[in-house]
T-cell receptor, first 113, second 113 residues
Framework: AQTVTQSQPEMSVQEAETVTLSCTYDTSESDYYLFWYKQPPSRQMILVIRQEAYKQQNATENRFSVNFQKAAKSFSLKISDSQLGDAAMYFC??????????FGGGTRLMVKP | DAGVIQSPRHEVTEMGQEVTLRCKPISGHDYLFWYRQTMMRGLELLIYFNNNVPIDDSGMPEDRFSAKMPNASFSTLKIQPSEPRDSAVYFCASAIGGNQPQHFGDGTRLSIL
């Protein structure tokens, strides 16, 4: 079984500043994938970024980047130049070779104008 | 392209009634997933299909829950009889292949009175 832990229930950031959301995971698989999903109040689940475990290079999508530390089983999300529209719940997830996503408990991000 | 389409968006019914949730995956996606989201348990995978065949239903809570995928463009999740503890948001997601990003529908908010 795999587990995903997000230790920060809530985070706050000033508009235009940078914030990092933490995620740790545990899996016995050697081949797996990691994701960050965003859930705004509209409750849509929106894919933010994806990382393949076999790739050492950290994934980047515009203002969003990850710090993937495989040995430490850590997968944090950095949001640069935060915008009001970034306010949402953020979920870290791990997909093992069996195609099954396990989600963390989520971090609520608030963006202050 | 249309995303994953779920219906209804909201459902309110009395306990003991049968509830049917519907999902149309993205055309060409071979994988379909059903999730449940509650405050207490977060996001949980209930069941997933590959090429219309159920692959893993270990997350289905009990026999009152059943899911079908009669063809590549339609799936249902049925609860019979429904109970108040089934109240949750139910998401359907689809993916083009194994370990590929899952695209979520807008969810069905189910309230059992």
């Amino acid at each position: 079984a795999q587990t995903v832990t997000q230790s920060q229930p809530e985070m706050s950031v000033q508009e235009a500043e940078t914030v990092t959301l933490s995620c740790t995971y545990d899996t016995s698989e050697s081949d797996y994938y990691l994701f960050w999903y965003k859930q705004p109040p509209s409750r849509q689940m929106i894919l933010v970024i994806r990382q393949e475990a076999y790739k050492q290079q950290n994934a980047t999508e515009n203002r969003f980047s990850v710090n993937f530390q495989k040995a430490a089983k850590s997968f944090s999300l950095k949001i640069s130049d935060s915008q009001l529209g970034d306010a949402a719940m953020y979920f870290c997830a791990c997909d093992n070779a069996g195609n099954m996503l396990t989600f963390g408990g989520g971090t609520r991000l608030m963006v202050k104008p | 392209d249309a995303g994953v389409i779920q219906s209804p968006r909201h459902e309110v019914t009395e306990m003991g009634q049968e509830v049917t949730l519907r999902c149309k995956p993205i055309s060409g996606h071979d994988y379909l997933f059903w999730y449940r989201q509650t405050m207490m348990r977060g996001l949980e995978l209930l069941i997933y299909f590959n090429n219309n065949v159920p692959i893993d239903d270990s997350g289905m809570p009990e026999d009152r829950f059943s899911a079908k995928m009669p063809n590549a463009s339609f799936s249902t999740l049925k609860i019979q009889p429904s109970e108040p503890r089934d109240s949750a948001v139910y998401f359907c997601a689809s993916a083009i292949g194994g370990n590929q990003p899952q695209h979520f529908g807008d969810g069905t908010r189910l309230s059992i009175l």
